[in-house]
Nanobody, 126 residues
Framework: QVQLVESGGGLVQPGGSLRLSCAASGFTLDYYAIGWFRQAPGKEREAVLC????????YYVDSVKGRFTISRDKEKNMVYLQMNSLKPEDTAVYYC???????????????????WGQGTQVTVSS
């Protein structure tokens, strides 16, 4: 069974850091472009960052450049979203998702992602 599970969310003060993890079961993440998305209350789901199969990353939100990074751990079959200098406007449910296999490049459109995790809540507040 193909499954993605996010973890690592929580409550953090402004300026703090979190590392979100995306674990896969039933398939190998190496063959997929992986995106991190977020959805704040009352807002549409938006792409944040994506990592292609070759390891290149694409940012979709200017405000996270210089603060967020995406990476893979092939041995652990995991993808991470490192979030530093967090701001209240980063508060959202964060999701990881895969494009279909053989689609090696990233996309910012949620409809182009096939498998989704259940999401993990990130709350940035003092």
């Amino acid at each position: 069974q193909v499954q993605l599970v996010e973890s690592g969310g929580g409550l953090v003060q402004p300026g703090g850091s979190l590392r979100l993890s995306c674990a896969a079961s039933g398939f190998t993440l190496d063959y997929y472009a992986i995106g991190w998305f977020r959805q704040a209350p009352g807002k549409e789901r938006e792409a944040v960052l994506c990592i292609s199969t070759s390891g290149g990353s694409t940012y979709y939100v200017d405000s996270v450049k210089g603060r967020f990074t995406i990476s893979r751990d092939k041995e652990k079959n995991m993808v991470y979203l490192q979030m530093n200098s967090l701001k209240p406007e980063d508060t959202a449910v964060y999701y990881c998702a895969t494009r279909p296999r053989f689609y090696s490049r990233c996309s910012g459109a949620p409809r182009e992602y096939l498998n989704w995790g259940q999401g993990t809540q990130v709350t940035v507040s003092s």
